[in-house]
């Protein structure tokens, strides 16, 4: 039997309205789990630098810290293009208008990520409804597989708390590529061109937003061109010719153009992609791909369980959804092969994009990939929802065990966050740092460690503006200027210097460099404040520098 990457249509059976109820009624509990204490944990570097500190200071008419200094100047404002040599400027423009309206804050930043979940939800489940729709579904209706995938992921821990923090994964990739996977299934099976050309212009969005996104947007396009091809064989295809094709390459491309510009500009992303292509930045091989296979494996699979927010101050999370999501998919397979197998063929492709990196092997990476994991059990169940009353039951059991888990570790997650605050560098402890800085008059401490500056600007409405001097040459010691730029502040007994705690590190050995060279120079060095966790654990350091 040959596998079909659109699930044939079939005359409607069952009413609209009791699946819309059931979708917006998972929507509904995912907007609550993630909008609970929007507040905590603190605010990652990650929100702040790659939305919250730009949109600040396009609110408030500072000078604008474009990325590598590359921005587009348009009526006098200057308008970054990038956020990372990798992450494009989309959430900043995003933020704007909640910012503009309730004003800065952490809550109102989390709003756009929260949103950007429901998003995510919503074209999750249309292009599910196309994909892996079942014969009951009627037109414009979500089918029996998207109301069992929004209701598998609304209360997913790892949906739910990377969604709450999403600028820090980028979260903004996911209703792009289930918005371009939508269009493209819309096409094969309409042939409508202005489908094509939307299947584009959602892969330009999606790869704009974080070039992670090629994950899903390279195998996508790769089997929807041979699903094309299979149905030219047998006369079904929708046609291509020219211009369509022209159509689609244009609004692929036209969100590439900031993209395109700041390269031109600075060749970072090609610097990057070349310089981290065998070896990547934190020292991941890449062509060690049984290794990098099984880390990335077993993030996968704790992705489903949702067991990787420690730094929330405990971990839990659902040890069933794994072996939950491999009987569904299983299901799935031994009775409708057809609908399955292509999807499979999706996740296994991006799976294996996925063990190269020029960066970590993160399982943050994976919020991309989680959500289509769960359509594809969901995929499984979707069929027997549809079905008769025997299978109907065994799909809906599981659908609820599933969930009755995932509501329990989530709701754990909330209750050790409002003890803990937040651990590590998602601690609560940078908003007592950001109000001692700004109140303080302190306007422009010297930071001397990764993971404080965009934090504290933010918090500070851009009041307080760290001058970072580590270095990012490597995480494993200062490089050869460090001790030049740190002496340009040294005889200065006002400035101030932001350390971490030794044990929170992140680019090491400028503590101990910045110590040394303050005693050569016949100076004392001395913390006077320490900022902690509300555990205790001492987590951020500021220190003056003065005569002995």
Partial sequence: MRASFVAPAAAPRRPARLRWAWVAAACLLYLILAGYQLGLPGLHYDEAKEAGVNAAELLTGGPVTAFRGIAVSIGGLRL????????????????????????????????????????????????????????????????????????????????????????????????????????????????????????GLAAGLALYAKLLAVWVVGPFGLLLAAAWW??????????????????????????????????????????????????SYYGVDNLDLVSNAQVRLAQLVQSLRGDQFWYLGGQTGNPAAPWLALA??????????????????????????????ISDLFVTHYALLQPLVIAVAAGGLGGWLAAGKARRRLAGALIVLWLLFDLRATLLYHRALAASGGLSDHSDASYHLAYYLRYRGLGAPVALDWGMDATVRYLSENRVRPIEIFGYGSPAAPDAEFGARLGQFLPNPDNVYLLHAPQQTVFAGRREAFLAAAQAAGLEARPVEIFTQRDGTPLFEVWRVSGQ
């Avoid at 414009?140 to 994964?169: E, K």
């Avoid at 299901?331 to 994009?353: H, S, W």
């Fill in 230 to 279: 299979q149905r030219r064989r047998t006369g079904h295809a929708p046609r291509l010719d020219a211009a369509g094709l022209g159509l689609a390459a244009l609004a692929l491309l036209i969100p590439l153009l900031p993209l395109l510009i700041f390269n031109w500009q600075t060749g970072g992303t090609w610097t990057a992609l070349a310089g981290n292509a065998g070896e």
């Fill in 80 to 199: 970054p293009l990038m956020v990372q040599d990798y992450i494009g400027a989309l959430n900043v423009y995003l933020a704007l208008p909640f910012l503009a309206l309730t004003g800065i804050g952490v809550p109102n930043l989390r709003a756009l990520s929260v949103l950007t979940g429901l998003a995510a939800l919503l074209w999750m489940a249309r292009a599910a409804s196309i994909w892996q729709g079942d014969p009951t579904r009627q037109p414009g209706a979500p089918s029996w597989t998207a109301v069992a995938a929004v209701w598998l992921l609304a209360a997913s821990p790892s949906f739910v708390f990377w969604s709450r923090q999403g600028i820090f994964v980028t979260n903004l990739m996911q209703p792009l590529v289930w918005w371009m996977i939508g269009q493209g299934l819309r096409w094969l099976q309409t042939g409508q061109r202005r489908c094509l050309a939307l299947t």
């Fill in 328 to 357: 569904a998919i299983g299901l799935g397979v031994a009775t409708q092969p057809r609908r399955l197998l292509p999807a499979l063929a999706l996740l296994a492709a991006v799976f294996a994009a996925s063990l190269f990196t």
